[in-house]
């Protein structure tokens, strides 16, 4: 199953394609290996995209196609209407954190960064800058080679935004990340990008992913099987009913437009409609009602369906 954006949901890019990814028909073939199979998606400024997709379906050769780490194979992976690789300044374009990371173990936080910051062109003032941003700065003159998982991911994070970028594309950022750390991230990539700034985010985390991301790209085997709002694949809300009789309630509801109606077993039916309607519906039509139940959309469950229940 194949969804393309309705052209409704997320912020427009500005004039030029500020802030905008684009992969049209990318194609990267290792060997005799297809990693990816003509995928086209976009991602556009002012929202958070999850990435999604099981192992081995071609997000890190995607990513890695974008920051012009791997040539296309046929196809294009354009950051704001160029290659990667054609930018003038991409450390001020793009940050970037991909999974594996590398920090000289003696090198200290605010030394890595100066280092870093000096590569690209950007003021060592910067570097205080980004390391309140992540909340760093009690450890800026520890060596990294001390830091916890969490804590290397906080500086490769400090890392991609020297350069003030309005693009960040992050593989795994939540690897190592305590409760309070992810709350943390969660809460940055949403301002982040409610600054009109553009997020692509991958992750396997998707009770994280449903509560962070506005937009959701979803692969498999190299492809595109959703690409649109996150509402229109954790499914509508609803409600588990459990009444005296489900085909009435069933025949009522559908009387008042509402068509999705799942009976289950034991006799209940699950509804995506809203809890007042419902219950109305079952007092105008005369049935008793035992219990009742909201229910959220299941990520999970779709994520599953469309991956064909790949983990």
Not at 75 to 96: I, N, T
Request: glycine share 14%; aromatic share 4%; with cysteine.
């Amino acid at each position: 199953m194949t969804r393309e954006p309705d052209g409704s949901a997320g912020p427009v890019g500005s004039a030029g394609g500020r802030g905008r990814l684009e992969v049209s028909g990318l194609v990267k073939r290792f060997g005799a290996v297809e990693a990816v199979r003509g995928l086209s998606f976009t991602v556009e400024p002012g929202a958070v995209t999850g990435f999604l997709g099981p192992n081995g379906s071609g997000k890190t050769t995607t990513l890695r196609a974008l920051l012009g780490l791997v040539a296309p194979t046929a196809g294009s992976a354009l950051v704001e209407g160029v290659p990667y690789v054609a930018l003038p300044a991409p450390g001020r374009v793009v940050g970037a954190v991909l999974e594996a990371q590398g920090f000289h173990p003696a090198r200290t936080a605010r030394r890595h960064l100066r280092a870093c910051a000096a590569a690209i062109g950007v003021d060592a003032a910067r570097v205080d800058e980004v390391l309140a941003l992540v909340a760093l700065t009690e450890a800026a003159d520890r060596p990294a080679g001390g830091f916890s998982l969490g804590m290397a991911q906080r500086l490769a994070l400090a890392t991609a935004l020297l350069g003030d970028p309005r693009i960040l594309v992050l593989d795994e950022p939540g690897n190592g990340l305590d409760p309070q750390g992810i709350a943390w991230l969660r809460d940055f990539l949403r301002r982040f990008a409610a600054a009109g700034k553009s997020v692509l985010v991958s992750s396997h985390q998707l009770a994280e992913i449903a509560q962070t991301a506005d937009r959701l790209v979803v692969i498999r085997d190299g492809t595109c099987v959703y690409q649109g709002a996150r509402e229109g694949l954790s499914g509508r809300p609803g409600v588990t009913v459990l009444c005296a009789d489900p085909a009435a309630l069933a025949a009522a509801l559908a009387g008042r437009g509402v068509l999705e109606i799942d009976h289950l077993p034991g006799g209940g039916l699950a509804i995506a409609a809203d809890p007042v309607l419902v219950g109305d519906t079952a007092l105008a039509a005369g049935v008793a009602v035992y219990g009742m139940t909201e229910r959220q959309g299941d990520l999970e469950a779709m994520f599953l369906r469309l991956t064909g229940g790949a983990g």
